[in-house]
């Protein structure tokens, strides 16, 4: 079975410049999650999806990030525009959504942005 | 909120050795507890979880956890650590009753040491 699959891996840009990060979940996954992983820290919630709705966004930017997961399936993460507080990792995730919180995620190899 | 704290931000432990990685958690409602680990430049893997029943879980890579209502912890152990277990642990809580959201600790680096 094919993981969670995240690009790009790696993503170096000026700040101020736009950058986009793509995430296609384990087939058959209805929650997917944006998580920001900050070094030395654990990962924090950015925004939750059941299927293609947005079900907890409240500690997403939104001035500057944005999110869609069009038909319920893949998702893209948008930072526009990049500031260098936000060089960090973006992890992707899924989850069947089955048992209301009881199941495990499965996590991306992540996508590591930084900001010069 | 939920939240979680790992106080400890490294674990030395020589290989053969007992190996305890601790957790404890602050929830509302019924915690639903998860342990994962992460290796360099990789996305975090699921290890075990705690939802309900028996309070000692059995995980992957021979680890374990413990769940404690009174001292609301939930450490994680593995018998006898080997050098590939050198990685960074985190803890993780759900509030059964709540928003649903998952909180991580901060992480623990384990070092193995041959």
């Known amino acids: 079975e094919a993981g969670v699959v995240q690009s790009p891996r790696y993503k170096i840009i000026e700040k101020k410049q736009p950058v986009a990060f793509w995430c296609n979940p384990i087939?058959?996954?209805?929650?997917l999650y944006w998580y920001l992983q900050n070094l030395g820290q654990g990962p924090e919630l950015l925004i939750r999806?059941?299927?293609?709705?947005?079900?907890?966004d409240s500690q997403l930017p939104k001035d500057r990030f944005s999110a869609e997961r069009l038909k319920g399936v893949d998702s893209t993460l948008k930072i526009q525009p990049a500031e260098l507080g936000d060089s960090a990792v973006y992890l992707c995730?899924?989850?069947?959504?089955?048992?209301?919180?009881?199941?495990?995620?499965?996590f991306g190899e992540g996508s590591r942005l930084t900001v010069l | 909120a939920q939240s979680v704290a790992q106080p400890e931000d490294q674990v030395n432990v020589a290989e053969g050795n007992p190996l305890t990685v601790k957790c404890t958690y602050s929830?509302?409602?019924?915690?639903?507890l998860f342990w994962y680990v992460q290796y360099p430049n990789r996305g975090l893997q699921f290890l075990l979880k705690?939802?309900?029943?028996?309070?000692l879980v059995k995980g992957s890579y021979g680890f374990e956890a413990e769940f404690n209502k009174s001292q609301t912890s939930f450490h994680l152990k593995k018998p006898s650590a080997l050098v590939s277990d050198s990685a960074l642990y985190f803890c993780?809580?759900?509030?059964?009753?709540?928003?649903?959201?998952?909180?991580f600790g901060k992480g623990n680096q384990v070092v193995v040491i041959p």
């Open positions: 993780a809580v759900r509030d059964g009753g709540g928003n649903n959201r998952l909180a």
């Open positions: 999806y059941e299927n293609e709705e947005a079900v907890d």
């Open positions: 929830v509302s409602g019924n915690p639903y």
């Open positions: 705690y939802i309900t029943g028996d309070n």
């Open positions: 087939s058959g996954h209805n929650t």
């Open positions: 995730a899924s989850s069947t959504g089955t048992g209301r919180g009881t199941g495990e995620l499965f």
